[in-house]
DNA sequence: GTAGTGATCTTCT
DNA sequence: GAAGATCACTACG
């Protein structure tokens, strides 16, 4: 397991390369953007409400959001208010589930390309916002040597839309977009 | 290959 | 009323 209570953007690197396993499904870990408690950009920076209350949970806590209307959205939550969005995983467990969900064959490229896809890959509704990365429905694993990472803006946003906290598996494929 | 748009819900102005 | 941490489908070059 990792340790959860450290700088936003140090977890948001370290959970690169690491991996994700959601009730026996899931795989590496490619690509992440840091969303920190002070970032207008970030679902914490207007204060707590009901949509976002396990982002202020404790440090390992599960926040799920719908994106769009459609699309779960998958975060760590670090110290209160901060948070990782997942955004690219590389299938390797429950593959055969995560086709299954996601309506594709288990090679497609697109399986688990995008945070909405990820969501909907390992089969997350907001019922598991709140949970935890205790090892038990949602597990992490640390990668077994630190990876080279490629650094870039976040996608998608339009506040503090320059700031470079969106981090990626140097040379990945399977990146929801390409760095730059 | 790029460009446009619909789906669908929460929050903010 | 509009925008948003998105994706998939369609139309067109």
Not at 87 to 113: C, F, N, Q, W, Y
Not at 117 to 139: C, P, V, Y
Request: proline share 8%.
């Amino acid at each position: 397991m990792l340790p959860f209570d450290r700088d936003i953007l140090d977890l948001a690197r370290a959970l690169v390369g690491a991996r994700l396993v959601v009730r026996g499904a899931g795989g590496t870990i490619l690509e992440t953007e840091a969303y920190a408690r002070d970032d207008p950009a970030s679902h914490s920076f207007r204060g707590q409400t009901a949509r976002n209350a396990a982002m202020f949970g404790p440090p390992g806590t599960v926040y799920v959001y719908l994106s769009y209307g459609l699309h779960f959205c998958l975060n760590v939550v670090g110290r209160p208010g901060e948070a990782v969005l997942i955004r690219a995983l590389r299938p390797e467990l429950g593959i055969d589930a995560m086709a299954t969900r996601r309506g594709m064959a288990v090679d497609s490229p697109l399986l688990a390309s995008g945070p909405g896809r990820i969501g909907q890959a390992l089969g997350l509704t907001l019922a598991d916002s709140g949970k935890r990365f205790d090892g038990n429905e949602f597990r992490l694993i640390p990668p077994e040597a630190v990876p080279d990472l490629v650094t870039g803006p976040r996608i998608g946003i339009t506040r503090a839309a320059d700031r470079p906290w969106r981090f990626g598996l140097k040379g990945a494929r399977g990146l929801s977009r390409p760095f730059a």
